[in-house]
Each structure stands twice: as C-alpha cells, then as structure tokens.
C-alpha cells in the first residue's frame, strides 16, 4: 500500500531525513514511535502530499504524492495532530460539510454512535471539550471510507477512557481491512495497536520489526518468584530459559509452598533506549 525508497528530506540545508526505506502492506497498521522532533509528522505529512519537495520514492496507493491530484484523498483519511474543525458549526455540520468535499461517504449518523458524539452532535464544536474533538477529528478522517489512514498521535491528550475508545476503533479499522500508519511517542500504544513499529530519531529509522520481536530479541526475561519454608518467605529471580533447572522452585511448585511468580519481560521503551540512545518522552 505504501512504498518508501531512499526518501530524503530537510525543511533547512542541514541533512534532516536521508536515504529511509520502509514499506505497509495492505491492512496492517504500521507505528513510527520517537520522541519529539524525531519527524513522524514530516514523514506522514510526505506521505499525504502536504510536502512535495523530497526526493526519493515514495508509492502511496499506487500515486506518487508529489504528484498527486485530488482523486488521491478519496482513498485516504488523516487524523493529524491538530484537530481542523470548523468551531462555529456544530459536530454534525462540520461532518457533513467534510462530506460534500468526497464523492462516496458514509452516513453520518452512525459514525457518530460509533465515537459516543450522537447526543452532542448538534453542539457547537466550540462548546466540545479536547477529548471531543479528537474523536471527530477521528471520524471525519473516516467520513469517506478511506482504504489508507494516517493517525498522527491519536491517543494524545485523551484520558484513559477515551483513549481506550480511539483504540478500539483504530482496531475495528484493521478488522474491515484499513492499512493505518500511526504515529505515537507512546510505548504502551505502539506494542497494542502496531503490527511493525519503527523506531525513529533524527529523522532515520534505527529498527524495524513487530512489537514482540522487537521486545523477545532483546534482554533474557527474568521470572521473580517468592515461597516460603518452615515459616520463612524468600524471594528468589531466575531466568525463563533455565526455569525447568531452579530446585528450589520446582520443589516449592510440587510441595505447593509457591507465593508468588511474574515474569518481567524489557518492555518497548527499554528496547527503544538500548537500540537508539534515546528515551521515547
Ligand atoms: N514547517 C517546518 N519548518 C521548519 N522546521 C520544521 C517544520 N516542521 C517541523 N520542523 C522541524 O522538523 C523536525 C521534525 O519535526 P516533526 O514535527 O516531524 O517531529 P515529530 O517526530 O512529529 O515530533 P512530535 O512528537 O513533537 O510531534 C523538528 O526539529 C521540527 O522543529
Ligand atoms: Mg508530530
């Protein structure tokens, strides 16, 4: 869906973004995580057609941005980070203006059930709190049935209810088959929602794979574990992969004198740190 060779970039003389390569199959949902300035947003704002003077090749949808006409925002939506809404019209209003902009949209109504906007839609967006604009900043990116989102930190700002609610309807996209590139500097977001994350600073991708590889190549996992005898607790720390030969805890499994057991293993943000020098916040 998305093809990316040998992109370079620089909003200045100074080297910026230089010989990156990555692509998005179809249907996947594909993170840039990286602190701030790392040029997630550069990068997606390549992607959308909204800077044309880069060099390299970039494929999205079969088009080249740079060269793109307005057929080329039929098929795809974006969320970026600053909601664009129009704050004298209400919720519905602006939903059905950006609608008039598309060729085929979808109905109004339900999309606003979907992000829980129905009772407020007739409010002016004025009036709505942050939260309630993220989400219809969200659903207008999704008026026309793109087949490719960009999400530009989705979950930014959102409380944790709210945040919970722009995931799940950032995984129902996958579901109906939507290719999604997000950005986040959230770890925790990036190892939920990503299918492959690339690690981003100083505009280079340092690594590039799903959350989970990312996270098992890295560091031995460590398994804490806690048991008592003769009236005495202990703590005790192993690792996973010579579990089966730690007696102590296998004689405190079978005498059923086991406390406690976890596992710990790195999470992203370790990984990030390890492989680039740089912490994600
Ligand atoms: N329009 C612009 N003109 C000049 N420099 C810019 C412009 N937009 C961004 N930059 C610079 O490019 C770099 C990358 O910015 P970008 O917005 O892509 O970062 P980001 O990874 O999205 O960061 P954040 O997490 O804060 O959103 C930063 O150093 C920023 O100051
Ligand atoms: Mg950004």
């Given at each position: ?10 909003y ?6 230089e010989s ?12 840039f995580?990286?602190?701030s300035?790392?040029?997630?947003s ?13 060099k ?13 006409g ?5 098929h ?16 519905r ?36 709190s942050?939260?309630m ?19 530009d ?28 590139l997000?950005?986040?500097?959230n ?14 600073v ?13 996270i ?5 996992v460590?398994?804490?574990?806690s ?6 607790e ?9 579990i089966g ?11 059923n ?9 790195p ?15």
């Amino acid at each position: 869906m998305i093809t990316v060779e040998n992109l370079n970039f620089s909003y200045t003389a100074k080297p910026f973004i230089e010989s990156m390569t990555f692509s998005v199959q179809p249907g996947e949902i594909f993170g840039f995580l990286g602190p701030s300035g790392a040029g997630k947003s550069t990068v997606q704002k390549i992607l959308t057609g909204l800077i044309p003077s880069y060099k390299g090749n970039v494929v999205v949808n079969t088009v080249e941005p740079r060269r793109c006409g307005s057929a080329f925002y039929e098929h795809i939506g974006v969320d970026f980070e600053v909601p664009s809404l129009f704050e004298k019209l209400s919720g519905r209003e602006n939903l059905s203006y950006f609608a008039s902009l598309y060729k085929h949209t979808f109905p109004i109504e339900p999309l606003l059930e979907s992000v829980g906007l129905a009772a407020e839609a007739d409010k002016k967006v004025s009036a709505y709190s942050k939260g309630m604009k993220s989400r219809l900043n969200f659903i207008k990116a999704l008026i026309h049935s793109p087949s490719i989102l960009f999400l530009d930190e989705p979950t930014s700002g959102l409380d944790p209810s709210n945040a919970r609610v722009m995931k799940d309807l950032i995984l129902q996209q996958r579901e109906k088959g939507t290719t999604i590139l997000l950005t986040t500097h959230n770890m925790y977001d990036a190892t939920e929602l990503c299918d492959r994350v690339a690690f981003i600073v100083d505009g280079s991708i340092r690594s590039l794979d799903s959350p989970r590889n990312l996270i098992m190549s890295r560091g031995a996992v460590t398994v804490s574990y806690s048991y008592k005898e003769q009236g005495t607790e202990y703590q005790r720390c192993t690792q996973l992969s010579s579990i089966g030969e730690d007696t102590e805890l296998l004689n405190a499994l079978k005498e059923n004198r086991l406390l406690s057991i976890h596992s710990s293993e790195p999470t992203l943000n370790d990984i990030f740190t390890e492989l680039t020098g740089r912490k994600l916040q």
